[in-house]
């Protein structure tokens, strides 16, 4: 089991830039696959940017290539997605979530929320225009 805590939501203006982060329990953090997920009120859920166990691959959300950046640090248990250019549509609260599968290959990136096991509270971002 992991527990996961978001930080660094806010409000922003368009073409600003949010770091957020999400601190993890436990000691097997490593062992886990990582995602941020964002959702806009009255939609759906979307997969926003994953991490491998590795570390060594990431994938995006078509909407967010370019402009935002996963990374993790295993020493201090953290996820960050460092988000630059923000758009008023990137406006939701956003969440990051672990993956405990550990079938796949330590360089695979998990993009279905579906398949997530365990997630944060949450952390609200506003982009204003």
């Known amino acids: 089991q992991v527990q996961l805590v978001e930080s660094g939501g806010g409000l922003v203006q368009a073409g600003g830039s949010l770091r957020l982060s999400c601190a993890a329990s436990g000691r097997t953090f490593s062992t886990y696959g990582l995602g941020w997920f964002r959702q806009a009120p009255g939609k759906e859920r979307e997969t926003v940017a994953g991490?491998?166990?590795?570390?060594?691959?990431?994938r995006y959300a078509d909407s967010v290539k370019g402009r935002f950046t996963i990374s993790r640090d295993n020493a201090k248990n953290t996820v960050y997605l460092q988000m630059n250019s923000l758009k008023p549509e990137d406006t939701g609260v956003y969440y990051c979530a672990a993956d405990r599968n550990l079938l796949y290959s330590s360089d695979y990136v998990q993009m279905s929320t579906a398949r997530y096991d365990f997630w944060g509270q949450g952390t609200q971002v506003t982009v204003s225009s």
């Open positions: 991490i491998s166990r590795s570390g060594g691959s990431t």
